[in-house]
């Protein structure tokens, strides 16, 4: 079946007898056994739910994975698939992360013992392999930078070395990029952002294609407990319904505001891998069927980031991406806030750059803002 017919039905609904059109919300926490030693197969819902069962079917599905396990935020989910590792584990990650994946790696992981190495190219991963490596965690493209990493190529140094290759394919969905296909172990979602596509609930995936692996993450998660509330996951089960549709017109804009972008005089650099002149075009061209939705740009002062910001008016200056509002971000002050200096400027995270999430508004009102924002 297509991705865009997947996204409107999701997985046959298998708990509900009374022909409902739309997945109705399980808001119980705890499920009564038929008998003693017999379950339903629904326990409690930290551990099972069937609203969520719906929703992470959907998105495993959507991703040609075995299962998914839904959390109350993509953090939480990140959080716990560190849980698999333990002191002295080493994990190798793209040089330019979602700040707070960063923060979670520096401030916390590293504190329980796990060691990160951050590398920006396939060839540069496979240099930081010691004894203790088990994992490879990448982002592509990556938050603000738009890199784009050969999925293929790091999935072929996994395998070589026994490493488990976790993706994040928060920017560009299921419906851009399917990771699994390409080799990847385990696939990550911020799922408040595009999969929820309405920047009004927060949620994160873990999707998986062994068993194996997702025994253990099963187990963490019902053990450490950031599951989804099941109102939010029919939220999210809403979302996906116009997945498809919102990734086309998203994409569509933003090529329009690219090509707007690349004209004006006080912008320095367009971020966007849908350009040719992106140094990873070819790759891009090769993995993805899309390049998405997400622009960064630098203009040519901090003056004029700071007045954008604050004169933008349709499009909202604000964390966050992937919804139908179209959102403006300040990088080294929100999303990478926590970076230390030195490493965001090295990464080019700097006064003078600006990310933007093109949302659902009509492309002519979206550069008739920026206009006025730019003060032309
Ligand atoms: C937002 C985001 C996260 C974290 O997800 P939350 O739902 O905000 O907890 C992780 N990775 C990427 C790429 C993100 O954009």
Redesign the pocket.
């Known amino acids: 079946m297509d991705t865009s017919t997947i996204c409107v039905h999701g997985c046959k609904k298998k708990f509900d007898t009374t022909g409902s059109v739309a997945t109705p919300i399980f808001a119980s926490a705890t499920f009564a056994h038929p008998g003693v030693g017999q379950s339903t197969g629904f326990d409690y819902s930290r551990s099972l739910n069937p609203t969520n069962v719906h929703l992470e079917d959907t998105v495993a599905a959507l991703e040609g994975g075995t299962e998914a396990i839904a959390f109350s935020?993509?953090?939480?989910a990140?959080s716990t698939l560190m849980e698999l590792f333990s002191p002295g584990d080493h994990i190798i990650t793209s040089d330019d992360l979602?700040g707070?994946?960063f923060r979670l790696f520096e401030k916390v992981s590293q504190k329980n013992g796990v060691k990160f190495s951050y590398a920006a190219t396939p060839k540069d991963i496979e240099k930081e392999v010691t004894k203790s490596t088990k994992a490879v965690f990448i982002?592509t493209p990556s938050?603000p930078m738009m890199h784009v990493i050969d999925i293929a190529a790091v999935a072929t140094i996994a395998k070589k070395h026994n490493l488990i290759f976790i993706v994040?394919n928060?920017?560009l969905t299921p419906y851009f990029q399917k990771p699994f296909s390409l080799g990847a172990d385990i696939i990550?979602h911020?799922?408040?952002?595009y999969l929820g596509g309405h920047n009004d609930t927060?949620?994160?995936f873990l999707v998986v294609k062994s068993n194996d692996l997702l025994e253990k993450l099963r187990f963490i998660a019902k053990t450490t407990g950031g599951c989804l509330s099941p109102f939010d996951a029919f939220l999210i089960i809403r979302g996906i319904k116009t997945l498809a549709i919102r990734m086309e017109r998203s994409q569509e804009t933003a090529k329009k505001i690219v090509s707007w972008l690349l004209e004006q005089g006080t912008v320095k650099k367009v971020y966007y891998p849908g350009l040719k002149e992106h140094p990873d075009y070819e790759i891009s061209l090769r993995q993805t069927s899309g390049f998405g939705g997400m622009i960064s740009f630098s203009v040519q002062n901090e003056q004029t980031a700071i007045k954008i910001l604050e004169s933008v008016k349709v499009i909202k200056y604000a964390e966050?991406?992937g919804g139908v509002e179209s959102l403006m971000t300040y990088p080294m002050l929100q999303t990478h806030a926590d970076l230390p200096e030195s490493d965001r400027r090295a990464r080019g995270i700097d006064e003078c750059l600006l990310r933007l999430s093109v949302g659902l508004e009509a492309a002519d009102d979206l550069i008739a803002d920026l206009k006025q924002a730019f003060g032309n």
């Open positions: 935020s993509g953090m939480a990140v979602y707070g994946t982002e938050n994040d928060t920017f990550l911020s799922g408040t952002k927060l949620s994160g966050s991406l």
